[in-house]
């Protein structure tokens, strides 16, 4: 017995030194050391050689055991070993392990294998009728198999962040290699910049296969894409280069030795753009294809202001349909560069009506766009209005500012509205200074005040707009639109562009809406002048452009019925959907 269990150590030892992941091979005269080829008989051999010998050390270990606890377990695993089901999984299992060291495929291929899981639940649930569905929707439930994903996740994160295959440069630089899955569904979302004959990543765009691998870091420098140098190349020959390659992508880097963490629980700011964007027509913009363009109105969704110069963000609407954000310009860029505009209109009057940059001075003009003397302008300039979601209480209705030129039509609208639904809508009542009529009642047609008190509340900006008629103040308080408000009721004002800015400043969080003029104006029956209806449209059209960035509506009073029901549906709309207002008016 002693001789066996010394044989039984010796085949173990001897076990242990051939590790079970060594590959077996053959070599035959005219192959070479570096052409190897798998002996499957040998392998076989070697496999159940290595399964008796541990079945023979385990004997020889159940006689010095005393207890009769341990001497079962190993009996148990004795038999297991003996099953042939043990058996064909232990072959399969080490002719997979030796195949993909063969293959050299140690790398993983996701770090996200627990968000796949997610995405494949998600689609079972349209398949919930079959039986295999619900199994397999149910195997992924198993806490097992998730807790072995994140596991999964969390070791494959931390090869691939490690998966630089670093090496150094004869510079001296450490490069690593980056593999990416370039997709025609998701791009790949970088931006490049030439620094001397350096190519260097200058953006990470959200939503892209780069941002959402975390491989590519802004300031790595691209030595290498597929195998193909690309140090010496301008960023258009990289651009057609990345253009013409799909699916896997190799990059060899030289990672930025001061690479910033990006802010990727930035929060998120919404700001409504106050000016239209055409990245066509821009002549800064880092990359036409990732621009967003916008008009005025539209509300954007900023995740990133990491670029000062170029945020990222989605138009609002598109950020569950585009994968990729877009490029908009900063605020505080967009200012600067508007202003160096207005500045070079007024000192080259030779120069009007034509393009106000040009391509010769190209590099000129942007080292102007930071010059302070260009300043002046800045406050005057519209780019973008910090705005926040809003819902009116139902006991406290918005005011309903109806705005346009004389003639558009906005007064008769307000009154079809006051006879329409006289317990819904009503009009502030004015104030003035002048003596009650035998008739009026103070509070029905106007609230009567004296001179000192009309004056007082017109220095503490009570009133929305105020004027003289006849030595007589008069006059819409804030108070009356209020008194309207706390009573339930829909506030309805006709007012002068000068008076908006008043109106969104105070708390009363209106909603205005601008009646444009039509084409084809008619009064009594019979159309107007040609010139008339020209200087109407003319000026409908300055005053859109001024004041355009306070408007919540526009509506063309082209039929009154029409334009009635137009009214009642924005505003029956404020009752049942959420709007975009300025953040001061929530905070």
Not at 537 to 543: F, H
């Amino acid at each position: 017995m002693r001789k066996r269990e010394e044989e039984s150590c010796e085949q173990l030892q001897g076990a242990s030194l051939d590790s079970p992941l060594c590959l077996s091979l053959t070599q035959s005269s005219n192959e070479g050391i570096d052409n190897p080829t798998f002996d499957a008989m040998d392998f076989e051999k070697e496999t159940k050689t290595e399964l008796e010998d541990l079945l023979l050390s385990l004997e020889g270990l159940k006689v010095h055991l005393d207890d009769i606890e341990s001497q079962e377990d190993v009996q148990l695993l004795v038999e297991l070993l003996l099953q042939s089901d043990f058996q064909k999984v232990f072959f399969m299992h080490r002719s997979v392990a030796l195949t993909m060291r063969h293959l050299h495929l140690s790398h993983p291929l996701t770090a996200h294998a627990l968000q796949l899981r997610d995405e494949v639940e998600n689609v079972l649930q349209s398949y919930s009728k079959y039986t295999e569905a619900t199994d397999l929707t149910d195997l992924l439930s198993s806490p097992h198999l998730q807790a072995l994903m994140e596991a999964h996740d969390c070791i494959a994160q931390q090869k691939l962040n490690m998966d630089s295959t670093e090496t150094m440069e004869p510079c001296g630089k450490t490069t690593k290699l980056v593999c990416l899955e370039k997709t025609r569904d998701v791009p790949l979302g970088v931006t490049v910049r030439n620094h001397h004959d350096c190519v260097i990543i200058s953006r990470v765009v959200r939503g892209g296969t780069a941002e959402k691998s975390g491989l590519l870091s802004e300031g790595d420098e691209i030595l290498q894409i597929n195998g193909v140098v690309v140090r010496g190349r301008s960023v258009n020959d990289v651009h057609n280069i990345l253009s013409s390659m799909h699916g896997p992508l190799t990059f060899l880097l030289i990672p930025n030795s001061q690479n910033k963490m990006s802010s990727q629980r930035q929060t998120l700011m919404h700001v409504k753009a106050n000016f239209n964007y055409e990245p066509s027509d821009d002549p800064y913009v880092p990359c036409r294809e990732l621009a967003l363009s916008f008009c005025k109105g539209d509300v954007l969704h900023v995740i990133s202001q990491d670029d000062p110069n170029w945020w990222q963000a989605y138009r609002d609407g598109d950020e569950n349909q585009k994968p990729l954000a877009g490029l908009i310009p900063g605020k505080s860029f967009q200012q600067h560069r508007e202003s160096m505009k207005k500045t070079i209109t007024d000192q080259n009057q030779e120069h009007k009506g034509k393009h106000w940059y040009s391509k010769k001075n190209k590099k000129q003009q942007i080292k102007r766009l930071h010059d302070p003397n260009v300043a002046q302008h800045i406050d005057d300039i519209l780019t973008y209005e910090e705005v926040a979601l809003y819902h009116q209480p139902s006991d406290r209705k918005r005011p309903i500012v109806l705005i346009g030129q004389p003639n558009s039509g906005q007064d008769g609208l307000r009154q079809r509205l006051l006879s329409l639904e006289p317990s819904r809508f009503t009009s502030a009542v004015p104030h003035t200074t002048r003596t009650p009529r035998l008739y009026e009642v103070s509070g029905r047609e106007y609230n009567f005040v004296s001179r000192e008190s009309f004056e007082s509340d017109l220095a503490s900006g009570k009133f929305i707009e105020s004027g003289e008629f006849e030595r007589n103040l008069y006059g819409t308080n804030t108070d009356s639109v209020k008194q309207i408000i706390n009573s339930g009721k829909i506030c309805l004002l006709c007012l002068q562009p000068k008076s908006l800015q008043v109106v969104r400043s105070s708390d009363l969080k209106p909603y205005i809406i601008f009646i444009r003029p039509p084409v084809l104006l008619t009064k009594g029956g019979k159309k107007h002048k040609v010139e008339d209806t020209s200087e109407l449209l003319k000026n409908a059209c300055e005053m859109e452009q001024s004041y355009g960035h306070l408007f919540d509506a526009v509506i063309t009073n082209s039929n009154v019925n029409k334009s009635v029901f137009e009214l009642m549906k924005l505003i029956n709309r404020l009752d049942t959907e959420p709007q975009w207002v300025p953040l001061s008016w929530v905070c």
